[in-house]
């Protein structure tokens, strides 16, 4: 999401930019300006509703506080941010070292393109495994989330098309899953994924670069995007991802992938349409719903900035976040064949799981209302634009 923020600066030509640094949430466009900025807000929330903020700190992060809020953010910025930080980052450190040396004398994989240790075996997997997945439970734990609720699944199900469910044999029911198949509210999403089961994700290249984060995530084995290569035996990230979903499928000792079929982060409330890349190797998938409940501060990564957002987070004294694991869904052979349909078969099994609205608009929609929200388009140009 941070990315998505950063392309907003990058292209101001959308309209013109505000004549001080300001930067108010609305700009008033009639004689009334309290009568009309309400009025816009209220039109704007219900136009871009899964991307609004209704926590005390208001859109953007930016809303006036209360005194007593002032108070506690005023007392956990000189207390609580400081331990947290430098906790966070011990865990972190401790983390890379144990990769480092799980690592130390082996060459990565570099098949597709890629680069990651997710494949190798024995002792150096077992180690990184399992320190992964209890490191990042103590970090959520330092980040404040000292309880997390989570309900699992019962038995596997079939796709709500699936008539051959009789016919499927007890080898094919073993192979269990390819993908876990998430919403996604925020980047707190990938850290409870990893203590919970360590699968790998799709990441930028960049992220393969950065100091001590580089090596953890060559070690989760990510799919790294590479926009730049486009070169004909280069099979894409969606063909990469096909084969880590299909060979985790037929492979319990590999990888798991995790996906977030929705393409970006909204408020928790509502579930975007899906992309079809999970759905795209016929395997059966493992549906999660998280939530973050939330008293002052909404965990959700919605439309906010990245560091104002990890501050506030880190400034709450207690988080929460609530996970729900629908049981395995098989496809049936009219889903296999049509992702489209697979795709959307799930995703409104976990609305309806999850108790989420269905919404019909996606990244761009959400560009605009930051865009919107931050003063580099007028209102009458957002209000009036036609529905796709």
């Known amino acids: 999401m941070e990315s998505e923020l950063k392309e907003l ?41 899964p991307y609004v903020r209704y926590d005390v700190y208001g859109p953007m992060g930016r809303g006036e506080l209360p005194w007593v809020e002032k108070f506690l953010l005023g007392f956990a910025l000189m207390s609580l941010l400081p331990v947290r930080v430098a906790a966070g980052t011990a865990i972190l450190v401790v983390y890379y070292v144990i990769c480092r040396f799980c690592t130390a004398f082996l060459a990565p994989n570099t098949e597709d393109e890629q680069e990651d240790y997710a494949h190798m075996g024995g002792w150096r997997r077992a180690v990184i495994l399992r320190s992964g997945r209890f490191l990042s439970r103590v970090l959520l734990f330092v980040f404040g989330f000292y309880w997390i609720s989570d309900k699992s699944g019962g038995r596997e199900v079939d796709g709500e098309l699936n008539t051959e469910s009789a016919d499927r044999n007890e080898s094919e029911a073993l192979e269990g899953y390819g993908a876990i198949v998430s919403n996604h509210i925020s980047y707190l999403d990938i850290l409870y994924h990893m203590s919970s089961s360590f699968p790998s994700f799709v990441a930028k290249r960049s992220v393969a670069k950065l100091p001590l984060i580089g090596l953890v995530s060559k070690c989760l084995g990510c799919v790294y995007v590479q926009r730049e290569l486009k070169s004909s035996d280069f099979k894409g990230v969606s063909g990469v991802i096909t084969e880590r979903v299909q060979e985790a499928h037929q492979n319990k000792f590999a990888p798991k992938m995790l996906l977030f079929p929705e393409g970006t982060t909204t408020n928790g409330d509502y579930l975007l349409p899906f992309k079809t890349g999970a759905f795209l190797a016929k395997a059966p998938v493992v549906p999660v719903i ?21 501050i506030l987070l880190l400034c709450q004294f207690v988080n929460y976040i609530e996970v729900k694991k629908l049981p395995v869904y098989h496809p049936s052979e009219q889903e296999k064949e049509d992702p489209k349909l697979y795709a959307e078969n ?20 959400k560009r605009v209302y930051h865009a919107a929200l931050n003063g580099n388009i007028s209102m009458p140009t957002v209000l009036h634009q036609k529905d796709d």
């Open 290 to 310: 998280l939530r973050y409940p939330y008293q002052r501060f909404s965990p959700a990564w919605d439309s906010i900035s990245g560091m104002r957002h990890v």
């Open 9 to 49: 600066n990058a292209h101001p030509q959308a309209a013109p930019q505000p004549e001080s640094d300001a930067r108010p949430l609305l700009k008033p466009e009639s004689e009334n300006p309290a009568s009309s900025q309400s009025t816009s807000i209220e039109e704007l929330d219900k136009k871009y509703a």
């Open 346 to 365: 799930v995703r409104q099994l976990m609305a309806h799981e999850g108790n989420l609205v269905l919404s019909d608009i996606g990244l761009a929609e």
